[in-house]
């Protein structure tokens, strides 16, 4: 992040534009929004920036910016559309001591102006540090379009309520009302008036202090294979709303920041080394917050019900009689076989699939090898890595052919995903050359679609 986002209290603060022309007008238009005390330096202005002037909103010096003309500043804009003109203030303003803006010159700026979606007393500030207007404006485009026009009249009514509602306890009870009337009761009652608003919040308020403490829950929450994209609706309000999350290392960074702000993150295991948290720390961690009333995500990667000891944990919760739901996620042998642009079973293939781990608590896990090697049997195997040359050396052993498809796909669905071609002949060794350090999901049976065509030359070759 080369630029920080701030919000400036320019109330009652001199801002100096120095320009007059259509680049002025623009900035103008928006800083006309605020209260600050504002001037405009140019020989020459716009018809708009004289009426301005005429209706008293700001202040024109009718000449070249000098020496004291940014005196006391907080901000500076130059705007003269001319590059020698604008070097020549902003080395002024800055001197000066304001933070100094050239409009279309990102490079000579200290401070940059976002696209702006305005709900005041809410603002949505949109930037891209100048990488791309276009897409500053789409996501302005389509932010204008999602948030309500109410959103404004109603935030600025609640502020004022916001004293009142301190008579709710701090936390869940006071995060429950206020959802309930910025996204039921208050859109409802705005359709009657600002007064129907100011009803509602009051009936509002006393339903909601009638109302006893609330039990804690915990949500099993599927995080999905990586792309956050992947993740359910139901998975995204369940993170909107909890207090507490309790996540696997393998979840990464771009959905923990889906978490709600105010949300307490704690990381919990390792997967595929053991846990660095022992299995009964990490039950007794999601008995305890949800005891205390709070709203518990317990985060798992892929789908909460494979492969993630899930058992265990239902088992602990309602033990200490804590409700719960199973909030069910999109596994890494889906997202794999996605990339691989396959389908998990196909006609005349397999009419069966097996989702089998590599290993389990006890070491490498054992399974139906004389079933599993037969030609044409798929199976999506988690936690393989270290588990390669054990699974290729029992899978030959009952006579699966070295030349079965084996894809091996690395972080699936991520911006880093890789994805290792092999057969079960070579996997152990390829595997090893590979070198991966992300999440691995083998597909045994399964090549790319691109690549199936260049597998059969290869076999019939061999043959
Ligand atoms: N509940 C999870 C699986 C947990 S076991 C699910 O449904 O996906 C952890 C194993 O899942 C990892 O060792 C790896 O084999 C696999 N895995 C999880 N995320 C993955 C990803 N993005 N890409 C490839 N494999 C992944």
Not at 253 to 275: D, N, S, W
Not at 279 to 299: C, P
Not at 397 to 412: S, W
Request: glycine share 10%; aromatic share 4%; net charge negative.
């Amino acid at each position: 992040m080369q630029h920080f986002p701030i919000f400036v209290a320019l109330t009652g603060r001199r801002v100096v534009v120095a320009g007059g022309g259509e680049a002025a007008v623009a900035k103008l238009r928006l800083l006309l929004k605020t209260e600050a005390a504002i001037t405009v330096v140019a020989p020459e202005v716009a018809p708009e920036i004289a009426s301005w002037d005429r209706e008293g909103k700001l202040t024109i010096i009718r000449r070249a910016l000098r020496a004291g003309d940014v005196a006391g500043a907080t901000l500076f804009y130059g705007a003269a559309e001319d590059e020698e003109e604008d070097a020549r203030t902003a080395a002024i303003a800055e001197a000066e001591g304001a933070l100094v803006n050239i409009v279309d010159n990102l490079h000579a700026s200290q401070f940059i102006t976002p696209a702006i979606v305005d709900r005041d007393p809410v603002t949505v500030a949109i930037g891209t540090e100048g990488a791309a207007p276009v897409l500053a404006r789409a996501i302005k485009a389509d932010l204008e379009e999602r948030l309500p026009q109410q959103l404004g009249p109603l935030a600025r009514i609640g502020k004022a309520f916001r004293g009142m509602a301190e008579a709710l306890p701090f936390g869940r009870a006071r995060r429950d009302f206020w959802r309930d009337y910025y996204f039921e009761a208050g859109p409802r009652a705005f359709e009657n008036g600002e007064e129907a608003v100011e009803e509602a919040l009051d009936q509002l308020l006393n339903a909601h202090l009638a109302r006893e403490t609330r039990a804690g829950h915990v949500d099993f929450v599927g995080g999905g294979p990586g792309d956050p994209e992947l993740l359910t609706l139901k998975a995204r309000t369940a993170l909107d709303r909890a207090d507490i999350v309790i996540h696997d290392r393998l979840i990464a960074a771009p959905i923990l920041e889906l978490a709600r702000r105010e949300a307490i993150l704690i990381e919990a295991g390792k997967e595929g080394f053991g846990p660095a948290m022992s299995q009964e720390d990490i039950n007794a961690l999601i008995v305890e917050h949800a005891q205390a009333g709070h709203h518990v995500v317990r985060l798992k990667s892929g789908d909460p019900t494979v492969f993630g000891r899930l058992d265990e944990e239902l088992e602990a919760v309602e033990a200490a009689g804590v409700a719960y739901s199973i909030v069910p996620g999109i596994t890494a042998a889906s997202a794999a076989i996605a990339g691989l642009g396959q389908s998990f079973t196909r006609r005349g293939r397999n009419s069966s699939v097996r989702l089998m781990t590599g290993h389990d608590v006890k070491g490498f896990a054992d399974h139906d090898w004389k079933t599993l090697a037969r030609t044409g049997e798929v199976a999506a195997i988690y936690m393989g890595k270290r588990a390669a040359r054990f699974l290729q050396g029992r899978l030959m052993m009952h006579g699966a052919d070295p030349a079965t498809p084996v894809t091996a796909v690395e972080n699936a669905s991520r911006l880093d995903q890789r994805t290792h071609v092999t057969t079960l002949g070579r996997m152990a060794a390829d595997l090893d050359t590979a070198a991966l350090t992300g999440p691995v999901l083998i597909l045994l049976g399964l090549a790319p679609r691109a690549a199936e065509a260049e597998i059969k030359t290869l076999q019939e070759e061999a043959l």
